[in-house]
């Protein structure tokens, strides 16, 4: 699954468009490499997204389509 459209249904950024501008804008890394929008996520990988105020590091559990909104932080776990 392509990063900016788990960052999406894990409900981490809001849009997708906002997740696409993050990548394209160097703030997420995966597994310590920056990555494109198009960078495909695999079980495993440790994701850091930088925002304005800080940064969010998660390990990726589980790839969905799709997924309920209460069963969104089950895709993920954060590190720190």
């Given at each position: 699954m392509r990063i900016d459209k788990f960052l999406k249904?894990?409900?981490i950024?809001?849009?997708r468009s906002v997740a696409n501008?993050?990548?394209g804008g160097?703030?997420?890394s995966v597994n310590g490499k920056?990555?494109?929008p198009s960078?495909?996520?695999k079980i495993g990988d440790e994701v850091e997204v930088r925002f304005g105020g800080g940064a969010l590091k998660f390990?990726?559990?589980l790839l969905k389509e799709t997924v309920r909104k209460e069963e969104?932080?089950?895709l993920y776990e954060i590190i720190e």
């Open positions: 249904v894990s409900r950024l809001k849009r501008e993050a990548c160097g703030r997420v920056e990555v494109k960078y495909n996520l390990r990726v559990k969104a932080e089950t």
